[in-house]
């Protein structure tokens, strides 16, 4: 596998709350992406992260990337319920495959 | 806002059937690439294609075959489906050139096969 373990989680928690989610990769990368999958509809993009970088900031949304321990997270403020989604890192493994991790399947309580 | 297009939303065929997806983008975008998921979510990507050109083919059966007429089109044919067949077959796009690294996503062909 090309991602660690830990990249597969279900969280469970209540609105307001902030929540980090965090995924290891094995393979070197410069760019890390955070994906986010509603119900019934494709991934859609929510950040983008560069090696040079380190944090990245969207909204209530970020980012943070460490090239030297090959590790990302996503964390979100102030969850909302309609955060409830599967979010996915994904980086490039060369101009044409671009590899996703195994998601975190987030449920925000109302 | 919808700018890749994926038909049919559901397809359920039984084992051994032929089944084709098709996908459209209308972003101008020169890559597009299909994508299985699997019923825990499991993204694995399957094939990409630059301008009309095949060039990622992963471990995939060879009853899966891709095809594009054109860099905004790209279909999925499945020949002889089997059981483990069953997913959601997602579509995606982006340009290749500069530093888009943005995927666009259909919003999938969720394929049953009894």
């Known amino acids: 596998s090309q991602w660690g373990e830990e990249n597969l989680q279900a969280l469970s928690i209540q609105e307001g709350e902030d929540v980090t989610m965090n995924c290891s990769y094995k393979?070197?990368?410069?760019?890390v992406q955070w994906y986010r999958q509603k119900s019934g509809k494709g991934p859609a993009q929510l950040i983008l992260?560069?090696?040079?970088?380190r944090e990245k900031r969207s909204g209530r949304l970020r980012a943070t990337l460490d090239t030297s321990s090959q590790s990302s997270s996503l964390s979100i403020t102030g969850t909302l319920a309609t955060d409830t989604a599967v979010y996915f890192c994904a980086y490039d493994t060369n101009a044409y495959k671009v590899i996703f991790g195994k998601g975190t399947h987030l449920h925000v309580l109302p | 806002e919808t700018a890749v297009f994926q038909t049919p939303n559901y397809h359920v065929t039984q084992v051994g059937n032929e089944v084709s997806f098709n996908c459209k983008q209308t972003l101008g975008h020169d890559t597009m690439y299909w994508y299985k998921q699997d019923s825990k979510k499991l993204l694995k990507i399957m094939f990409s294609?630059?301008?009309?050109?095949?060039?990622v083919n992963e471990t995939v059966p060879r009853r899966f075959s891709p095809q594009s007429s054109d860099k905004a089109h790209l279909n999925l044919r499945i020949k002889s489906v089997e059981p483990e067949d069953s997913a959601v077959y997602l579509c995606?796009?982006?340009?290749?050139?500069?530093?888009?690294?943005?995927?666009?996503f259909g919003a999938g062909t969720r394929l049953s096969v009894l």
């Open positions: 393979t070197y990368t410069t760019v």
């Open positions: 294609y630059n301008n009309k050109q095949l060039i």
């Open positions: 995606a796009s982006r340009v290749h050139w500069g530093s888009q690294n943005t995927l666009y």
């Open positions: 992260i560069r090696s040079n970088e």
